[in-house]
């Protein structure tokens, strides 16, 4: 199967990772990010150089999918934002600023391509984190990034309401610990296996798993 698909924060990490193995396999693919250099030259990728975070800047997405369908759109981009976030003086604009990244951009992504998404009777697929389950936090700490991604997983839950009648398929998915810059040397996963899992549940989904939050392998997380 192959189709067009955009994803967001594609210049490195899960981003690149993903428009990498779409492209290989066929896909079009449309690369958003801010760093448009980054990506020159990866065949079958049209690269869309623009700050997520700036609305005016979505608008032109909006704009350029207006006649066209997408049968897949990934909010990727995301940031951990500052490194003290233990209980303590945690800086407030940059945890508004993860919030404006990580929460309030995918909804304006979801919202402006609907349309397109809506032709494709596509899936709007949201990169989330283990570390948003509220049920599952027995460690605490970690406030600035786990409340952008607990926050944004009830983004996707509304929109998974209100996209349905469109016959669009909204979820949740957790890459996993993977090693990437926000990651770490540490993580057991490498972006190769963490993407090709993600691919394989993206796959398989069904308007019946609209709303939910799923690991790579597709297995439903906690909220």
């Not at 049209?46 to 369908?69: N, P, Q, S």
């Not at 998404?117 to 049920?135: D, H, M």
């Not at 972006?191 to 439903?220: H, Q, W, Y």
């Amino acid at each position: 199967m192959t189709g067009v698909m955009l994803i967001t924060g594609a210049s490195r990490g899960l981003g690149r990772g993903f428009a990498e193995h779409y492209a290989a396999a066929g896909w079009r693919v449309h690369a958003v990010t801010r760093n448009g250099a980054a990506l020159a030259g990866l065949a079958g990728v049209e690269i869309h150089a623009l700050d997520i975070t700036d609305r005016k800047a979505i608008a032109t997405l909006r704009t350029r999918f207006a006649e066209e369908k997408l049968d897949l759109v990934v909010n990727n981009a995301g940031d951990w934002g500052p490194g003290a976030q233990d209980l303590g003086p945690i800086d407030a604009e940059a945890w508004m600023a993860v919030l404006r990244l990580n929460t309030l951009a995918p909804y304006y992504v979801g919202e402006a391509l609907a349309d397109p998404l809506a032709r494709g009777r596509g899936t709007l697929v949201t990169i989330s984190s283990g570390l948003a389950s509220i049920e599952d936090n027995r460690s605490g700490g970690d406030y600035v990034y786990r409340s952008s991604k607990a926050a944004v997983n009830m983004v996707v839950r509304s929109l998974a309401r209100d996209l349905a009648p469109r016959q669009i398929t909204v979820v949740a998915l957790s890459p996993g610990w993977v090693r990437t810059a926000m990651g770490g040397d540490q993580a057991p996963l490498s972006v190769e296996e963490s993407v090709a899992a993600m691919r394989r549940t993206i796959a398989g989904l069904t308007l019946k798993d609209s709303g939910k939050f799923l690991n790579p392998e597709g297995k439903t997380l906690p909220w």
